[in-house]
């Protein structure tokens, strides 16, 4: 069964059907100001004078760089500005990032995404072109592990890669956890920032096992850093193994001759 309500509008002449299925020839002219949506069916009606109503079923939004994608969307438009509900596994992605959620709205013009229940954020860095490197020579090359970033609600603005998480913040790197009450994501700096209640737990061989009630905590998604920054008048702790200077002492009687 569709997901959308089987409706026939057949007084509908004047709709122009601009949502057609994306070519592979224009997703590889990424940069466009245009919005190109792909959808299996379409239900568009005009609301009033400026605002028409689009339904889309099994749809993709592209946009610039940007992609939505979900069971149901439901578009607003006036004067080529375009909000875009998405429901039914919501899915987001743009060059380095991966974004899941209950629901998602969408906004063409400021290109900006809110991300609510369940969100998941996972982050892969790309290696930044060598001089005289052509981006297709980029292909599939990856800096750096996955990061996954999980919390209550993501305000993301896709043009300019700033994210902004609120809620059980949570960042999860290969041997690294951290919690927080905010988390600010930038792609361009490959960094997430961390703030409120911060606590850190590390499982790898680091020196710094276990962090509690930080002021903000940066940590690096391209490489294996952290900036700790603690509470104003308090301190950071950090309790590190020593090697004793007799651990390796033969014992008595077996000194070597």
């Known amino acids: 069964m569709s997901a959308l309500p089987v ?3 057949v007084g509908v002449a004047f709709f122009i059907v601009f949502l057609v299925s994306a070519s ?5 002219a990424a940069g466009t100001k245009k919005l190109r949506v792909e959808s299996s069916h379409v239900i568009s009606t005009k609301k009033t004078e400026k605002v028409r109503e689009t339904v889309l079923a099994d749809a993709k939004i592209y946009h610039e760089d940007a992609i939505f994608a979900a069971k149901t969307i439901v578009m607003q ?5 375009h909000e875009f509900t998405c429901t039914g596994n919501p899915v987001f992605t743009d060059t380095e990032t991966k974004i899941t959620a209950r629901k998602v709205v ?4 400021p290109r900006r995404a809110e991300f609510s229940g369940d969100v998941k954020m996972v982050s892969t860095p790309k290696k930044k072109a060598k001089d005289g490197e052509k ?6 090359r990856v800096k750096g592990e996955p990061t996954t970033l999980t919390a209550d609600t993501l305000s993301y603005d896709y043009s300019n890669k700033l994210g902004d998480a609120k809620g059980n913040v949570v960042v999860v790197q290969k041997h690294r956890t951290v919690w ?12 997430i920032l961390l703030k409120g209640n911060v606590r850190l737990k590390n499982t790898g061989d680091e020196e710094l096992k276990e962090l509690k009630d930080a002021d903000t905590v ?10 700790i920054v603690a509470k104003p008048g308090g301190v950071v702790i950090m309790d590190l193994d ?4 007799d651990e390796k002492k033969p014992a008595k009687g077996e000194e070597k001759k």
């Open 24 to 28: 592979a020839s224009w997703l590889a």
């Open 7 to 9: 409706i026939r509008r």
């Open 106 to 109: 969408g906004l063409s013009t």
């Open 77 to 81: 438009s006036e004067d080529n500005v």
């Open 180 to 191: 927080a009450d905010e988390g600010y994501y930038d792609q361009n700096l490959e960094k």
């Open 135 to 140: 981006p297709s020579e980029m292909k599939d």
């Open 242 to 245: 020593v090697k004793d200077e």
């Open 218 to 227: 940066t940590v690096s998604l391209e490489d294996d850093w952290i900036d």
